[in-house]
């Protein structure tokens, strides 16, 4: 995608230099803690195509433990929704009124001003992140409205955990003639 700025991790040559540049990469947004069974081979990639304040991108991501704390969210300021299309690998999401299980197949909603936990195994996914502002525009919300806004310390219903169905088990069979 010649034009668009994108941002990539890149995989250093020596092994023992991979978990660190890995937690170096998603430190910005993410602390990070690898988990015993984690492999950071070749396939471990993070991109991302930067569409003028819309993010999307792919990961394939070692077995980890990721945190969105209250002081990293008031420290960075950032207001966006991130949708994680999962296509492989398990993940168990804690920090929120009711813990979640997300599977291939399945979309999380991640509000990234409330603080998450995440605790996966080898994951490949495909994410979206889009400014909340964005959205408020777009649906014609007041920005004043509560469940539009930033509000630290206050837990919302994210993440939301949507499976996706295989529309083709749901479509009907043809109508005789």
Not at 136 to 147: K, S
Request: hydrophobic share 40%; aromatic share 6%.
């Amino acid at each position: 995608m010649a034009g668009i700025p994108c941002d990539a991790f890149e995989m250093p040559p020596d092994q023992r230099d991979r978990a660190g540049a890995w937690a170096d990469y998603l430190a910005p947004v993410f602390e990070v803690e690898l988990l015993p069974t984690a492999r950071i081979d070749e396939d471990v990639h993070a991109k991302t195509y930067n569409f003028g304040g819309i993010l999307i991108g792919t990961v394939e991501a070692p077995a980890q433990r990721l945190k969105r704390t209250s002081r990293m969210i008031a420290r960075q300021g950032i207001d966006h929704l991130l949708l994680q299309f999962y296509r492989a690998g398990d993940v168990r999401i804690e920090g929120v009124k009711q813990p979640a299980i997300v599977r291939p197949r399945h979309v999380a909603v991640f509000d990234m001003t409330q603080s998450v936990t995440t605790e996966a195994t080898r994951t490949t996914a495909i994410k979206l992140i889009l400014p909340r502002k964005l959205l408020v525009d777009q649906i014609g919300a007041n920005e004043g409205d509560a469940q539009h806004r930033a509000n630290p310390g206050v837990t919302t219903r994210c993440p939301h955990v949507i499976p996706c169905r295989d529309q083709r088990r749901h479509q009907r069979a043809p109508e005789p003639p």
